[in-house]
């Protein structure tokens, strides 16, 4: 079973910033937090990814708490084509068993 | 850089037929993997291969399910025979290696069963 929880949809703006929440409280201190996205009819693609510190890249940052329960991860200026399912995945497993399970995700709708 | 090929995209049997989906990984990455996404839900793995051995089938439905990855490169998924719950999109994924955590994922393979 997916070790997060997240809400199932939100609405953003255009232009604005997208901010999309996940729970993983019962996340073990080696896990990785990973952000991947799925736009309609597409494979999921990877966004970002984070141990303890926050990390941005040219798509999003993530911002993880201190406690590492939960995690943010942030469109600064979403535009229509930011229209997709967010999946915030804890990778279980270390080394070369780690895996990747995916939860329900969250339906993110940018709006004009 | 070419991304992951499937093939077919879309494929509508009847059930108890059987099925094949072909994936031909990004050149050089060793680590592949087939999940399945019923509507509606996140994808799920079912199989995972490191070059053409396999690391991880715990959730691959044997008795109906196979994948082979025979020369650590391109990989085939079949169901034989397949049942209405078998309907979803079949994707593949590869990555560098088994340790890395960005997948790369193909477009799937949508099958319909009636």
Not at chain 1, 33 to 51: D, E, F
Not at chain 2, 66 to 91: M, N
């Amino acid at each position: 079973d997916a070790k997060t929880t997240q809400p199932p949809s939100m609405d953003c703006a255009e232009g604005r910033a997208a901010n999309l929440p996940c729970n993983h409280s019962t996340i073990s201190g080696n896990e990785y937090v990973y952000w991947y996205r799925q736009i309609h009819s597409q494979g999921p693609q990877y966004i970002i990814h984070g141990l303890k510190n926050n990390e941005t890249n040219e798509m999003a940052s993530l911002i993880i708490t201190e406690d590492r329960k939960s995690s943010t991860l942030i469109l600064p200026h979403a535009t229509l084509r930011d229209t997709a399912v967010y999946y915030c995945i804890v990778r279980v497993g270390s080394g070369n068993t780690g895996k990747l399970i995916f939860g329900q995700g969250t339906t993110l709708q940018v709006k004009p | 850089e070419a991304g992951v090929a499937q093939s077919p995209r879309y494929k509508i049997i009847e059930k108890r037929q059987s099925v094949a989906f072909w994936c031909n990984p990004i050149s050089g990455h060793a680590t592949l993997y087939w999940y399945q996404q019923i509507l509606g839900q996140g994808p799920k793995l079912l199989i995972q291969f490191q070059n053409n051995g396999v690391v991880d089938d715990s959730q691959l439905p044997k008795d109906r399910f196979s994948a082979e990855r025979l020369k650590g490169v391109d990989s085939t998924l079949k169901i034989q025979p397949a049942k209405l719950e078998d309907s979803a999109v079949y994707l593949c994924a590869s990555s560098l290696s088994p340790g890395a955590g960005e997948l790369f994922f193909g477009e799937g393979s949508r099958l319909t069963v009636l």
